[in-house]
């Protein structure tokens, strides 16, 4: 068992805040958080679907009011100094470029939504307008 203390002893990331939910991912290696078929570098590099998948149901289970942590580990030493920050902004980044592309999908669906309703109003208001009895 460990306990906060081997935690925070053997920890290379942010301290994790009290209230946070946290969703805990373990792998061999850092590389399998990643789609190896994308070319970027680390950093910009998109997450493995399946890794993408299991934080994100997770998130859900936990309900959108609840603050998350993610916590990650890995079963062998901390490799380069910034490793964890290098992580840290690498899942930062991809679910803020993640959130960028549904927020702009989303605005349009509601420009084609708003459009549809009009022409759906027009076409009402013709139809009771001119109708035939």
């Not at 460990?2 to 939910?21: Q, W």
């Not at 997770?58 to 062998?76: C, N, P």
């Not at 022409?119 to 307008?129: K, M, P, T, W």
Request: hydrophobic share 45%; with cysteine; glycine share 6%.
């Amino acid at each position: 068992m460990t306990t906060g203390a081997d935690l925070a002893e053997h920890s290379s990331g942010d301290p994790i805040p009290a209230k946070c939910s946290v969703i805990r991912v373990h792998v061999t290696e850092l590389r399998q958080l990643f789609n190896s078929i994308d070319p970027s570098p680390f950093r910009s590099r998109d997450l493995d679907p399946r890794a993408e998948e299991f934080i994100v149901g997770w998130a859900k289970d936990f309900g959108r009011t609840q603050h998350l942590a993610l916590e990650v580990s890995i079963d062998r030493s901390a490799g380069l100094p910034d490793e964890a920050a290098v992580l840290r902004d690498a899942i930062h980044e991809f679910f803020r470029q993640r959130a960028l592309g549904y927020r702009q999908r989303l605005r349009e669906l509601l420009r084609v939504g708003r459009i549809k309703l009009a022409i759906g109003l027009v076409a009402l208001a013709l139809i009771i307008r001119y109708r035939v009895v």
